[in-house]
């Protein structure tokens, strides 16, 4: 009997292993898939609605009324606000002759209590949005291509823009002082520095 005991418990690990590997094979599986399915990018609409606008001396920049969690659903799959992430769509129009360089802008969101917004990389929000929502495991290529759609509605501030190449259109991501989710913030103001002239846009 003595002599049986290792082969039984030899046998018991090897069952284990093979539980364990099978698990874990289950779970790659299911992560294989994409984490979000973000809308298809194609050219945004105009603006419509109540758009709020300021001059910056030499482009005009334009904000969108705030999306709603729907719109926000229906983008990017995942609700934002609820992650504490807030889309603000913003417009930069070229309105002089002379190109102006957008890279060394800074935007700034301060809410009506006088508290700053962090303004997110989309690779910052992304991670916002995937703690938000338990999101610890998935495969790498996943998350590669969720990244790569979610930074496609980014703004592009690295291109000037210049009377042949007038328009940029996309978002800002910004994050609640306390990382907590959006709730109806009011007064918020966007604060545009680094540009031929600042600007301040009260959003509410």
């Known amino acids: 009997m003595t002599l049986r005991r290792p082969n039984k418990i030899l046998r018991s690990r090897s069952v284990g292993l093979i539980f364990v590997f099978a698990s874990l094979a289950s779970l790659a599986s299911a992560c294989g898939g994409a984490l979000f399915k973000v809308k298809p990018v194609v050219e945004l609409p105009p603006l419509t609605g109540a758009v709020k606008s300021a001059s910056a001396g030499g482009v005009l920049i334009k904000v969108a009324p705030l999306l709603t969690d729907e719109d926000s659903q229906e983008l990017f799959e995942a609700n934002l606000p609820?992650?504490?992430?807030l889309p603000l769509r913003v417009e930069v129009d070229h309105e002089s002759g002379v190109p102006v360089e957008l890279k060394r802008a800074r935007f700034r969101l301060r809410d009506g209590e006088g508290k700053e917004w962090k303004l997110l990389s989309p690779n910052q929000a992304i991670s916002?949005?995937?703690?938000?929502?338990?999101?610890?495991?998935y495969n790498p290529n996943s998350r590669k291509q969720f990244e790569q759609e979610f930074a496609a509605y980014a703004?592009?501030?690295?291109?000037?823009?210049?009377?042949t190449d007038r328009q940029r259109r996309g978002f800002l991501f910004f994050q609640t002082p306390e990382k907590e989710p959006v709730s109806s913030p009011r007064g918020l103001t966007l604060l545009g520095e680094r540009l031929p002239h600042p600007v301040e846009i009260l959003l509410n």
């Open 128 to 137: 916002r949005i995937l703690s938000a929502n338990g999101v610890y495991v």
């Open 82 to 85: 609820l992650a504490g992430v």
């Open 155 to 163: 703004l592009d501030l690295k291109t000037p823009v210049s009377s």
